[in-house]
C-alpha cells in the first residue's frame, strides 16, 4: 500500500519515487523518474516533467509546468500558475533536449503566482519572488524580487517579512526576532 494520496485522475508514470505524506491532485501528471520528497502538496494541473527533483514539504499550486533540469529544496512553494523553462532558445523545429539547463530553488523559497523563471539560474534560500515576476538571472539568499524582467527591491526573513537594515548591516525579523546579517550584497542569520 503506497504511503502517498494520489487522485484517481492523476497518471503517475513508472519509475517515480514519491515520499509518504505527499497528496497528488486532480488531473495532475507526474512523468517518468521524478523523485517527490515526503509531505508534499501537489495542486491540480501540474505538471512534473521526467527526472524532476522535489525535497520535502514542497508546496506546488495548481496550474505549474515543472520542467526537466530543475530541482526544488526542501520547503519550497510554487505559486499557483508559475512554470520554469529548461531551454534558453526554444524552436518547434530544433530538438534542444540536451541542452537542458538545471534550475536549483533552495531551501525555503518561495516563487509568487504566474512568476516566470528562466532556466539556468538559480533562486537563493529563503528569497521570495514575487507574482508575475520574469527572474532572468540568479536571486540571492533572502532577496525579495519583483517585475518583468526580475529587480531585487529588498530583502525578506525566513518567516516572510521585510528586513530593514540599520548602519550596522543588522535587521531583525518581526514576528520571529532572529537576526540577520547584511555584508556585501549578502544576508545571513545569526
Known amino acids: 500500500m503506497s504511503k502517498f494520496k494520489a487522485h484517481e485522475t ?81 524552436r518547434s523545429a530544433v530538438n534542444r533536449k540536451n541542452q537542458y539547463l538545471k534550475t536549483v530553488v533552495k531551501k525555503g523559497a518561495s516563487i509568487g503566482a504566474n512568476a516566470t523563471i528562466v532556466c539556468g539560474n538559480d533562486i537563493g534560500e529563503f528569497s521570495f519572488i514575487g507574482a508575475g515576476a520574469v527572474v532572468v538571472k540568479e536571486v540571492f539568499p533572502y532577496a525579495l524580487v519583483v517585475g518583468n524582467p526580475s529587480k531585487q527591491i529588498g530583502w525578506i526573513s525566513e518567516f516572510g517579512h521585510r528586513l530593514n537594515f540599520d548602519e550596522q548591516g543588522i535587521a531583525e525579523c518581526p514576528e520571529s526576532k532572529e537576526k540577520y546579517y547584511l555584508k556585501d550584497n549578502r544576508v545571513s542569520k545569526f
Open 10 to 90: 492523476a497518471v503517475i508514470d513508472n519509475g517515480c519515487v514519491i515520499g509518504e505524506g505527499t497528496t497528488i491532485w486532480h488531473f495532475s501528471h507526474i512523468m517518468p523518474n521524478c523523485t517527490i520528497g515526503n509531505n508534499c502538496n501537489i495542486g491540480q494541473n501540474v505538471v512534473v516533467s521526467p527526472e524532476v527533483i522535489l525535497g520535502n514539504n514542497v508546496k506546488v499550486q495548481n496550474n505549474v509546468s515543472i520542467y526537466t533540469g530543475v530541482i526544488c529544496e526542501d520547503d519550497v512553494f510554487l505559486g499557483p500558475s508559475m512554470v520554469f523553462t529548461n531551454v534558453i532558445n526554444p
